[in-house]
């Protein structure tokens, strides 16, 4: 990397950006702050609460309920599509013709606005007209996910694992394509064998690149909101309510705004701190 | 065993294609084999689907206001991130690592979070309904991700180039268009690539900043699914409709798209 030099002015280059992004978050954020501490009843009266509002969330079934199938979810997809997509780049060819054709099939899905891929799900997955519930329940297994919601749960994750594992596949392939091919002669050299090379040739050559997809993949399901929405509506029941369908829920369908607000401050800070945490964690790895 | 190897991806892309495939299949039928029979293809096989969307101004209108407003957006984040970019990546200035880190937050913004006082701000500012709203509306995730992206491509050219360049003669806007911007062509190819995908996927912040004159196709569709009644040939030639310029994009990029996840952005 070059050396970089001492210039002030490097601001003015930075400006755009900085007012940019600073209308954009600072001003909605003071918005959500302001909120968060106020009670109103209309007319743009508002009366203050302090912390109020936070000891409330903090303190509601309904936020813990969120809060534990938000991280379910996440856990769940992170354990599938992480060895899924490692397990799909490994297999994929290493040049020619076919490299073209899977970049492109496989990148589709992410590109393909979330609401239409949750009504795309939607009809994939009825039980009368879907093709994948025709097949469920021809297999002799009941199934319907407007109302079970163990079948709720099987479509939604289905559905961010065909949605999300090619993410992973790409930065994973980036990553192997990365390594020089001396390392694996001389791994042939020695005898090593397929596993010896995935563990401590691939595996080791992948950590960056895998660092960001989790990390990504973290972030993004987390914040999840259109895709369920449109497929099961954060149903049947709640069951598929998380977070960012619950805060909408309060913050436009009820305009409960001091609720809201302090919900948002603890969802955007639970976010922060995790990323923070699997940052540090993985660059703290990559030092030893 | 090494020979079957073949299987998994060819497995995972028929798995990617199926959901495509049934979207595709449905927007060709009428809505009285879809309702009435369970069939593997159109038995009826009809344009009257996109025949409604393409003579129906409030739909086509919907596909013009996302495309107005993802170019805007892509235009806005690359032409703002550029210089950005190139201050992280070649000075040291005050402030310059937690700048960098603020802006990444911003990446990690629920959307959620954020819609209600958007709401509110661009309705202040006047905006509202405007696909330049959306446009700055999704800057806050684009541009850091710009900024990011850029940034790696952008340490990857010897500072020698840039010196060069000056002893030649050069001003520094002349070297930034004529000499370091098609250098890094490939880098701001994938950056303006994640912009127009990020923006054309988004659809919250998108619906509620607007309410009839930039309706982006999206929500459109949401429309459809809930007020007459369950139009689902409609909702999928529609759905099928938003796939194509993803799809003509990825084409063009596609070996551009390696080399931007390799650099280890994104």
Redesign the interface.
């Known amino acids: 990397m070059a050396v970089k030099s001492n210039n002030q002015k490097a601001w003015l280059f930075v400006l755009p950006v900085v007012l940019l992004v600073a209308f954009n978050a600072l001003i909605p954020l003071m918005t959500v702050v302001n909120y968060s501490v106020q009670e109103t009843f209309g007319n743009n009266v508002f009366f203050w609460e302090g912390v109020k509002w936070f000891e409330d969330v903090l303190h509601s079934e309904r936020f813990h309920a969120s809060l534990l199938r938000q991280l379910s979810f996440t856990g769940i997809i992170l354990l599938i599509e992480v060895p899924l997509g490692v397990a799909i780049a490994l297999t994929m060819p290493k040049k020619g013709f076919w490299v073209s054709v899977c970049l492109v099939l496989m990148a589709l899905p992410l590109l393909i606005p979330w609401n239409v891929v949750g009504a795309m799900w939607n009809i994939f997955a009825l039980p009368e007209i879907g093709l994948l519930g025709r097949m469920i329940n021809g297999l002799g297994i009941d199934y319907n996910f407007t109302q079970n919601p163990t079948a709720a749960w099987f479509t939604t994750i289905l559905m961010d694992v065909w949605h999300w594992t090619s993410l992973v596949v790409l930065l994973a392939y980036a990553g192997l394509r990365s390594i020089p091919d001396a390392y694996f002669q001389a791994a042939k050299i020695d005898g090593a064998g397929t596993w010896a090379v995935f563990r401590y040739i691939q595996l080791p050559k992948m950590k960056r690149v895998l660092t960001i997809a989790i990390l990504l993949r973290f972030m993004d399901s987390f914040m999840i909101y259109t895709e369920p929405f449109v497929l099961t509506g954060g149903g049947p029941g709640n069951t598929t309510t998380f977070l960012s369908i619950d805060l909408v829920k309060i913050a436009l369908g009820q305009f409960d705004l001091g609720p809201a607000a302090a919900m948002s401050l603890i969802y955007f800070l639970i976010v922060l701190l995790m990323c923070w945490v699997f940052y540090t964690l993985m660059m703290k790895n990559e030092d030893q | 065993m090494k020979k079957f190897?073949?299987?998994?991806?060819t497995i995972?892309?028929l798995?990617?294609?199926?959901?495509?495939y049934?979207?595709l299949n449905?927007s060709f039928k009428t809505t009285n084999e879809?309702?009435g029979v369970?069939t593997?293809w159109p038995q009826e096989f009809t344009f009257e689907n996109y025949i409604a969307i393409f003579t129906d101004s409030t739909w086509y209108n919907g596909y013009i206001n996302s495309v107005t407003y993802v170019v805007i957006n892509t235009v806005?984040s690359v032409s703002?991130?550029l210089?950005?970019a190139?201050?992280?990546?070649?000075?040291?200035?005050?402030g310059?690592k937690h700048?960098f880190f603020w802006?990444l937050?911003?990446?990690?913004?629920?959307?959620?979070?954020?819609?209600?006082?958007?709401f509110?701000?661009y309705s202040a500012a006047n905006l509202f309904d405007t696909p330049l709203a959306v446009a700055?509306?999704h800057?806050?995730f684009n541009?850091?991700l710009a900024?990011w992206i850029l940034e790696g491509f952008m340490?990857g050219v010897?500072?020698e180039l840039d010196e060069t360049a000056y002893v030649d003669g050069y001003s520094f806007p002349r070297f930034f268009v004529k000499i370091f911007m098609p250098t890094i062509a490939a880098g701001i190819g994938v950056t303006a690539f994640f912009c127009f995908?990020f923006s054309?996927?988004?659809?919250?912040l998108a619906k509620?900043l607007t309410s009839v004159a930039a309706k982006p196709?999206?929500?459109i569709?949401?429309r459809t699914?809930s007020t007459s009644g369950y139009e689902?040939g409609l909702?999928?030639a529609a759905?099928a409709l938003?796939?194509i310029?993803?799809?003509i994009?990825?084409?063009f990029v596609?070996?551009h798209?390696?080399?931007g996840?390799?650099l280890?952005?994104?």
């Open positions: 190897t073949w299987l998994v991806p995972y892309i798995f990617l294609m199926l959901p495509i049934w979207l449905m879809i309702l369970f593997l806005i703002a991130a210089p950005a190139y201050a992280f990546s070649r000075y040291r200035f005050l310059d700048l802006l937050t911003n990446r990690m913004a629920p959307p959620a979070v954020f819609a209600l006082p958007f509110q701000l700055l509306a800057g806050l541009i850091p900024v340490s010897p500072k995908m054309w996927v988004e659809l919250l509620t196709i999206a929500a569709m949401t699914a689902l909702l999928a759905g938003t796939i310029p993803g799809a994009v990825i084409y596609r070996n798209i390696a080399k996840f390799a280890g952005r994104v």
